[in-house]
């Protein structure tokens, strides 16, 4: 069983930037697909981005395209999201997300979230 615990949320001001850590636990995290994912008041939860372990191969959600960068560190089963030039529309809970298969949409653990709240 994988634990997944995010860090790294706080506020800061639109042009910012702030990186996210996603530290797992309980399995093998470097053979997961991991991903973020986020959910500001009253909206869906949203695909931020997600990295495979083969290939270490990265997709991004439109909004966060050029902005945003999602890298592992295998060695310390950790996950990071870089996120660079915040705007207040990416002001959310970022949620850390893991599953064994490395196709698919599904991810099986989940992390509690981390708030990241950009000012305008």
């Known amino acids: 069983q994988v634990q997944l615990v995010e860090s790294g949320g706080g506020l800061v001001q639109a042009g910012g930037s702030l990186r996210l850590s996603c530290a797992a636990s309980?399995?093998?995290?470097?053979?997961?697909?991991v991903a973020w994912f986020r959910q500001a008041p009253g909206k869906e939860r949203e695909f931020v981005a997600r990295i495979r372990w083969i290939g270490g191969i990265t997709k991004y959600g439109d909004s966060v395209k050029g902005r945003f960068t999602i890298s592992r560190d295998n060695a310390k089963d950790m996950v990071y999201l870089q996120m660079n030039s915040l705007k207040p529309e990416d002001t959310a809970v970022y949620y850390c997300?893991?599953?064994?298969?490395?196709?698919?949409?599904?991810?099986?653990?989940w992390g509690q979230g981390t708030q990241v709240t950009v000012s305008s």
């Open positions: 309980g399995g093998t995290f470097s053979t997961y697909r």
């Open positions: 997300a893991a599953d064994t298969a490395n196709w698919g949409t599904a991810y099986a653990y």
